[in-house]
């Protein structure tokens, strides 16, 4: 089905366990490990739906266009953001508490690096000093142990633990979902459409209506450092947001904060859109005609211009995400027909999840 679920997740020295009878957590060094069964301290997803218990709290290209990039000689062209609404507004209510503490965890500051400085010190200061190499040595023990229960300390202390255990038909449909994914990550390139503007004259943009701002981006199946979870969700980089498809809900994780969308909510639209190409063609886009630089009225090439090479227009598939609470992302494959299969996979997982199943 494209991904697993492991039976284990580790959050700085414990290690969460799966099993028939439950969540049990263990703590140790590889050869000796002491366990008890938390009441708490993970998202639990059974097979009739959610069950939120709050997680462990101890005592972070190039532009082409539709119909072409800017040329130096022509009139600039405005562009019009397009990104989504304030993060902290896109909220699922199922989900609000576990959004709260994640956005808690993530204003907590690390205390590892206060130690490595403070130890770095030290040992300069004793060099300094001349000490002897025996005290250095104690220095250097002393030190990398504390840096390394300070680092397991903050991994404990910043850590949200998600702790899914799917039923038959949510793992089916969360399947299905990965599958489809999968074609996304297969694509030879991908772009977040960050901008789009209209063109005041064609001639100069190889005959163009619209400018679009652009950046590469690369599809991937791995979950914030913040969380701690058992699955890997697909993720889409959408500028400073990245979209994770967790099997109850979209997490989009933002510099200024965490939101949730349901996949009720989500939008999923998309069509086909001719992009010219300067360049390297994608391997698997489909050149459809060519354009020129320049061009003039009757879209032959503009005499005028010595450097003014023949391009391609290709085809490529533009995909918006969207939501009533604010989501407005767009992305450009290099591939046609990916699209519909991921939307009917969000509408699969939709029909699949509990109404109201977070408590």
């Known amino acids: ?70 040329q130096p000689a022509g009139p600039p062209v405005q ?28 204003r907590k500051g690390k205390r590892w690096p206060v130690v490595a400085a403070i130890s770095a010190g030290s040992l300069v200061v004793l060099a300094a000093l001349k000490a002897p190499v025996w005290l250095l040595l104690i220095t250097v023990v002393i030190a990398a142990v504390g840096i390394y229960v300070s680092y397991q300390y903050d991994e404990l202390r910043t850590s949200v633990v998600l702790f899914y255990e799917l039923g038959p038909q949510v793992y089916e449909a969360y399947g299905v979902l990965h599958a489809c994914a999968e074609e996304f990550m297969k ?66 994780f933002a510099p200024n904060g965490i939101g949730a969308v349901s996949y009720r909510d989500l939008r999923i639209s998309f069509r086909n859109t001719r992009m010219i190409e300067e360049g390297p063609v994608p391997h698997d886009a489909q050149v459809v005609d060519h354009t020129w630089r320049y061009v003039n009225k009757k879209g032959g090439p503009d005499r005028r211009f010595k450097d003014n090479p023949q391009l391609p227009i290709c085809l490529y598939e533009e995909i918006t995400f969207s939501s009533a609470s604010g989501l407005n992302e767009v992305i450009q494959l290099s591939r046609t027909g990916i699209a519909d299969g991921f939307r009917k996979a969000v509408e699969y997982m939709a029909s699949e999840i509990p109404t109201h199943s977070v408590r």
Not at 10 to 29: D, T
Not at 31 to 42: A, I
Not at 89 to 98: E, R, T, Y
Not at 198 to 210: F, M, R, T
Request: glycine share 10%; with cysteine; proline share 9%.
């Open 79 to 106: 562009l019009q953001p397009i990104g989504s609404g304030c993060i902290t507004q896109m909220i699922d209510w199922s989900a609000a508490q576990l959004l709260q503490e994640i956005n808690e965890k993530l």
């Open 1 to 70: 089905m494209g991904f697993y679920i492991r039976k284990s997740v580790k959050a700085g020295p414990l290690r969460f366990n799966l099993s028939k009878s439950g969540i049990g957590v263990s703590v140790g060094v590889p050869g000796f490990r002491v366990g008890t069964g938390p009441r708490g301290n993970y998202v639990h997803v059974g097979a009739r739906g959610l069950y939120y218990r709050k997680s462990l709290v101890p005592t972070t290209q190039p532009r082409r266009v539709e119909q072409r990039p800017p």
């Open 187 to 252: 694509c030879a390139k991908a772009w977040h459409v960050n901008a789009r503007g209209d063109v005041q004259d064609p001639k100069y943009h190889a005959g163009a209506s619209h400018l679009l701002g652009l950046n590469r981006i690369v599809f991937h199946k791995r979950p914030p450092s913040i969380l701690k979870t058992n699955i890997e969700p697909f993720a889409i980089p959408a500028g400073p947001r990245t979209l994770y498809f967790f099997p109850d809900l979209i997490l989009v």
